[in-house]
């Protein structure tokens, strides 16, 4: 299958400006998501300064063309203009441009700064290892210093202060750590990965997120179907363990939360726990028929980005109700849908497809690398990682967050890094410089340069 975008010319692995602005990416994603600022120097707006840089390093590098001339490169800039019509012309302009300012703003940009920075699979197992770092840090810090809302993990006055949110980047942290422990290293290094996998874990179901929990339910259920007999059995062994450690571990009214999806008299239980949880239950249907109905009624741009609530709650009036729930989605397929239209609904669900193929190609190829295994190894995690967003996706209102333009970022710039690696190593030695004449002839054969640069 043909790679997701030719480049017109070879990259330079050594240029300095790539190096600069990969360090500056490592370095931005670090210090926003690991929240070490926030128990160190709160009042140090170090991950602005260091964003600012990196965006800039990132055209100075022509980094931003590289990821521009990608399939999904241009289906995320038409995303963004369709957000952007949709808030004007949406029940809340205001809100709406507020939620593209503070949100999908400092979300999309991670797509073309990754596959325009991020061009060797050597760079890319250095920053998923990154990822791994900074999101167990912040579940250490959400641990030490977060907050509880029914017993459920959070990180209050930060991006992290719905427990949801912080159960959806603990799920890429588990897919990260998960590649890091299938490399070859040395055994203090797998116990290290080991431990920060458990802490990752820990937080996740701390978090009381079922839409997170039914995600990673998926991602097992991946796993297990492409294990080994061998394999399958080891993995029952663990997913026991860890539903055993789990149950003893877990604040009660965490495991409520869980327990009211398989069990009725769970959910028949008159603690206050069951009852908030039997109810979170029923208004998330409820919100889905609404979103449903309002991609029926606006099917074109929606009711504007971050507007759902404002219309829910005029819908409810007209029904004779006080008021509405006041709630998003919790459905991000439809939170696009209802809110910018079935159009950048498709194109959202487009994006999501183009990166699972991605890894799906980048698995097929990896056997023609020099690093098959690593090469192999983090596409197959991206791809489970993709997967478990994909499903959590169905229950939690996550479509402005970074999560698909990272993932995806990662698919495709390990993609072209695989393929223009496997090139190089297949491409014929050069021949020898020949010094050319001083005087050339007058009338040289007519040769456009084009024709001999152009790659297939």
């Known amino acids: 299958m043909q790679p997701a ?5 070879p990259l330079v692995l050594d240029d300095p400006v790539h190096k600069l602005g990969f360090t500056l990416l490592s370095m931005y994603f670090f210090l926003n998501y690991s ?3 926030d128990v160190t120097l709160p009042s140090l707006h170090l991950p602005l300064v260091i964003g600012l840089l990196l965006y800039a390093v990132a055209a100075l590098a022509g980094s931003i063309q590289r990821s521009i001339a990608t399939t999904p490169g241009k289906l995320l800039i038409a995303l963004t203009g369709i957000m952007i019509v949709a808030a004007l012309f949406g029940a809340w302009p205001g809100g709406s441009l507020k939620v593209l300012s503070d949100q999908w703003s400092k979300s999309f940009p991670f797509y073309f700064t990754v596959v325009g920075l991020c061009i060797s699979t050597g760079q890319i197992a250095r920053f998923l290892r990154t990822i791994a770092i900074a999101l167990t840090v912040m579940c250490v810090v959400a641990l030490w210093r977060g907050d509880n809302m029914l017993g459920r993990l959070m990180i209050d006055n930060s991006r992290f202060a719905d427990p949801n949110d912080l159960a959806i980047v603990c799920l890429l942290g588990l897919a990260c750590l998960a590649f890091l422990l299938s490399r070859k290293q040395k055994m203090l290094s797998r116990l290290a990965y080991f431990v920060m996998f458990g802490v990752c874990f820990y937080a ?15 991602g097992i259920v991946y796993l297990f179907w492409k294990a080994s007999a061998i394999g399958k059995l080891k993995m029952a062994t663990a997913v026991g363990a860890l539903v055993f450690f789990a149950a003893i571990i877990l604040p009660p009214e965490v495991y409520v ?5 398989f069990s009725d008299e769970a959910k028949g239980s008159d603690t206050h726990e069951a009852l908030a949880a039997e109810g979170s239950s029923e208004a998330r249907l409820h919100l889905l028929w609404q979103s449903l109905t309002m991609t029926i009624t606006h099917p074109l741009l929606g009711v504007g980005p971050g507007n759902f609530a404002v219309v829910e709650n005029e819908m409810a009036k007209e029904k ?3 008021k509405g729930s006041w709630h998003e989605t919790h459905n991000m397929y439809t939170q696009i849908s209802s809110e910018n239209g079935v159009v950048a609904a498709v194109i959202y669900i487009a994006v999501l497809l183009l990166a699972l193929k991605a890894t799906n190609r980048t698995m097929k190829i990896a056997k023609h690398h020099p690093n098959a295994s690593d090469v192999y190894n983090s596409a197959f995690w991206l791809r489970a990682g993709l997967m478990m967003f994909a499903v959590s996706g169905f229950f939690l209102s996550v479509a402005y967050s970074d999560m698909l333009p990272l993932f995806t970022g990662l698919a495709f710039a390990l993609e072209l890094a695989t393929r223009e690696e496997i090139d190089r190593k297949q491409a ?15 009338a040289p054969a007519v040769l456009p340069a084009f024709a001999t640069s152009m790659r297939r």
């Open 35 to 37: 929240r070490i600022l």
């Open 5 to 9: 975008v030719v480049l017109r010319r």
């Open 428 to 442: 014929p030695s050069a021949p020898a410089a020949v010094k050319a004449p001083m005087f050339p002839p007058r």
């Open 320 to 322: 004779g109700f006080v």
């Open 204 to 218: 996740l179901i701390r978090t009381g997120s079922r839409g997170a929990f039914l995600g990673l339910v998926a």
């Open 257 to 261: 939360r869980y327990a009211a999806l």
